[in-house]
């Protein structure tokens, strides 16, 4: 099975679903054929990703969600995001001589991942308000038949491998999964998780739940702290995703929506609600101009970012302040053609990820945003699970007075946004 050209697009009769991998969005547009919903549908997708796309997310990863009936008031947020263990602090590292969290290895396994609690709670959610028919088996059928029969390896994954193997092929499990021959595979190759494959299996018997409690997580938590994290069982079987309320700004002749903190959502609301107020003066979007204008409002947006996004159950701030109509026009008086202003210093690090979307016969929409953080996570397979870890605990700050300073039962700040 090759194929040169991956579409993005999938159709169903019935929806359409947007994905970064061919494979995912046609696991969501079946989904809609068979009469599932939106959810329904980025379940299949979102698990599906974590197999056919695991350079970039997995189930060791993070997720948010937006959730629309199609009434664009009725929009929901899902924070599918975990803490840090209740063991760690920023004395865990700078007592140990380390004056920032390192970004791979089992010392950067600090979080427990929430993508697989969020599929969890948007099935109960689609089944209770959405009356979802599909079961949580149906959902997770193609992640696991491509995981257990394989499938041919992206051009994007074989590059990202390439890249960043010489630097994680000593990590625990990562050679075993990820270069099965030793070498990196070409584009095209048959790839096969046999491991992941039977944790996906225990998920579709078991359910979302069996992924924080039971034997699949103590195996998880075993192989974690043989490779120095301090994440525990109690830890993970304590997580929830949360339920959130959306910010909202007006934008063109509608509005734009996306996650409050503690991810960096209001950010990009600020950037294109500044923009509107510019656009008069914006020409074609290639144009000097308009590149300059995004440079110079993001550099002012982001000094008001870091100032006050962080996990809002330690530091709340309302945001809503920073979506004022006031000061969003005073953050547009600065912009002015060829003025070029101070960059502040920024000190989150770099990370990729997935965005996927659905939209059913019925007008229901999801937004969904995956993420293990940097490329391949921490880099540590979690036991024999075929699960990498996120490193999204390195965006903590060791600086305690710093709000996004690392804390017990704390999430750190997210880059993701399902806008």
Not at 28 to 53: D, K, P
Not at 144 to 156: C, E, Q, T
Not at 317 to 324: A, C, R, T, W
Request: glycine fraction near 10%; charged fraction near 15%.
């Amino acid at each position: 099975m090759t194929r040169t050209v991956s579409p993005l697009f999938a159709q169903a009769s019935a929806g359409i679903v947007s994905a970064p991998h061919f494979l995912a969005a046609e696991a969501g547009a079946n989904i809609l054929r068979c009469g599932g919903n939106a959810i329904e549908a980025a379940i299949a997708v979102g698990s599906t990703l974590a197999v056919v796309y695991p350079h970039m997310n997995g189930l060791g990863g993070d997720a948010f969600w937006l959730i629309s009936d199609g009434n664009a008031e009725m929009v929901r947020g899902l924070a599918a995001a975990g803490p840090a263990g209740q063991h760690y602090s920023t004395a865990t590292f700078l007592d140990a001589h380390l004056h920032e969290i390192p970004f791979r290895g089992g010392r950067s396994a600090l979080t427990v991942p929430g993508a697989v609690a969020g599929w969890g709670a948007a099935y109960e959610f689609s089944r209770n308000t959405w009356h979802g028919s599909l079961s949580w088996g149906d959902l997770l059928e193609a992640a696991y038949l491509y995981a257990a029969r394989g499938f041919p390896i992206s051009p994007n994954q074989s590059t990202t491998l390439a890249r960043f193997a010489p630097d994680l092929r000593e990590q625990p499990g990562f050679l075993q999964q990820y270069l099965p021959s030793g070498e990196v595979p070409t584009a095209g190759t048959l790839w096969t998780q046999h491991a992941l494959s039977e944790t996906l299996k225990t998920l579709a018997k078991e359910g979302a739940d069996s992924f924080y409690q039971g034997g699949l997580a103590e195996t998880m938590i075993r192989g974690l702290h043989a490779a120095g994290s301090l994440l525990t069982e109690a830890d993970m079987s304590a997580f929830k995703a949360d339920w959130v309320e959306p910010l909202r700004v007006d934008f063109g002749d509608g509005e734009a929506i996306n996650f409050p903190a503690p991810t960096q959502g209001v950010a990009s609301l600020m950037i294109l609600s500044v923009l509107d107020r510019l656009k008069a003066d914006l020409g074609d979007h290639l144009s000097a101009d308009f590149i300059h204008y995004n440079v110079e409002i993001t550099k002012q947006v982001f000094r008001w970012r870091d100032q006050v996004v962080a996990d809002p159950y330690f530091y709340h701030f309302d945001l809503q302040q920073l979506l004022q109509e006031d000061f969003l026009s005073d953050i547009a008086a600065l912009i002015q053609p060829g003025r070029v202003l101070p960059t502040p210093d920024i000190g989150i690090g770099d990370g990729d990820t997935v965005w996927f979307g659905i939209a059913d016969a019925a007008g229901r929409t999801v937004s969904v945003i995956q993420s293990l953080y940097h490329e391949f996570g921490c880099g540590v397979m979690a036991g024999d699970t075929g699960v990498i870890w996120n490193n999204r605990g390195c965006a903590f700050s060791l600086k305690k007075e710093q709000i996004n300073g690392l804390e017990p039962g704390k999430r750190p700040f997210h880059t993701l946004n399902p806008a």
